[in-house]
């Protein structure tokens, strides 16, 4: 079964800054998704950016980006430019694109902001 | 934004009741899930649809029940609540062909 990691439970940055959360999965599949959805303290889960496996390509979603690293089965996000409305849960996320329908999410990461 | 809505919002019940959470959407999107979203586990899945009559379960699905007899609706029953059950609970959907899952708000759900 695949799993997902999130090894940072909370982290802080100050406004304006730049902040990197990191994720790592496990998986033997070659073809798959990854996500990061965050969610505000009004519990709603939102997308902020997508990668899809077989894209060499990190995603990049305005002040959002990710490093894909395949082979270290590592998907770490990147916030530039910190906002106080960045702060939130960050969950990373799993899809097989193959077997089963399922997301597979991390434990997740606490995000402050600093002013 | 994905049309998904679930209800009740916020719920207490008593321990040994059933209760019964509702998901339904308008987008006639082929998938839907239940997860249940505690402390230091992230989101879970309980149980999950690809299509009307067809669900399976998922890793935590002890305790809990599900029914799609509509594309729309999907129901999450929790047979006979228990304390352990005491959770915030979110359904999600995703269109045939999506990459992405969309959420509802979520329901707070508290067994007392």
């Known amino acids: 079964a695949q799993t997902v990691t999130q090894s940072q439970p909370e982290m802080s940055v100050q406004e304006a800054e730049t902040v990197t959360l990191s994720c790592t999965y496990d998986t033997s599949e070659s073809d798959y998704y990854l996500f990061w959805y965050k969610q505000p303290p009004s519990r709603q889960m939102i997308l902020v950016i997508r990668q899809e496996a077989y894209k060499q390509q990190n995603a990049t979603e305005n002040r959002f980006s990710v490093n894909f690293q395949k082979a270290a089965k590592s998907f770490s996000l990147k916030i530039s430019d910190s906002q106080l409305g960045d702060a939130a849960m960050y969950f990373c996320a799993y899809r097989s694109a193959f077997h089963g329908q399922n997301f597979v999410f991390g434990p997740g990461t606490r995000l402050s902001v600093l002013p | 934004d994905a049309g998904i809505t679930q209800s009740p919002r916020h719920k207490v019940t008593e321990t040994g009741t059933p209760v019964t959470l509702r998901c339904h959407q308008t987008?006639?999107?082929?998938?839907m899930y239940w997860y249940r979203q505690d402390p230091g586990h992230g989101l879970r899945l309980i149980h999950y649809s690809y299509g009307v009559k067809d669900t399976d379960k998922g890793e935590v699905s002890d305790g809990y029940s599900v029914s799609r007899s509509k594309t729309e609706d999907f129901l999450l029953t929790l047979e006979s609540a228990t304390s352990s059950q005491t959770s915030v609970y979110f359904c999600?959907?995703?269109?045939?062909?999506?990459?992405?899952?969309?959420f509802g708000q979520g329901t707070r759900l508290t067994v007392v």
């Open positions: 987008e006639n999107h082929r998938y």
């Open positions: 999600a959907i995703r269109g045939r062909g999506r990459t992405e899952a969309f």
